[in-house]
């Protein structure tokens, strides 16, 4: 019998002595992330908007939920197929998981938006993170 899908669940004790401690190490391990990712997105030269939608907009510990969101970051602008990959792959590394991306140029971007386009309106009108914003939308 093969046991790969077998999840494990951890209840927090919150009579722990130390929990007060442990959370506020954890709220420094998420803003080490912002700050690494924040690096990041100022070397991607040309980057017009940005956000995080899919995985990254899902409550802690939620898996399962981001199927209905069609990529997990939405990127626009003037920027090369390898700045983006290797945006990725840091991404990536940083939460240990596969992230679904979405590349847009300017062009690209502005006609799917004047036909309304339900890929790009189902990013857009749903729930995301916007790191960049300079498309005024």
Do not use: C
Not at 111 to 135: A, M
Request: charged share 30%; no cysteine; net charge positive.
């Amino acid at each position: 019998a093969e046991f790969r899908d077998q999840k494990k669940y951890y209840q927090l004790n919150r009579d722990f002595p130390i929990i007060n401690e442990l959370k506020a190490l954890f709220d420094k391990s998420k803003l080490l992330v912002e700050r690494l990712i924040s690096q990041k997105v100022l070397k991607l030269e040309g980057l017009k908007y940005l956000a995080l939608t899919g995985q990254f907009t899902l409550p802690t510990g939620q898996a399962g939920g981001e199927a209905s969101i069609p990529t997990d970051v939405l990127l626009v602008g003037k920027i090369s197929r390898e700045a983006v990959e290797k945006f990725i792959s840091d991404l990536e590394k940083v939460y240990n998981k596969q992230i679904r991306y979405t590349y847009f140029t300017n062009q690209e971007f502005n006609l799917r938006k004047d036909l309304t386009d339900k890929f790009l309106y189902s990013i857009l009108n749903g729930k995301k993170v916007v790191l960049v914003n300079k498309l005024g939308i």
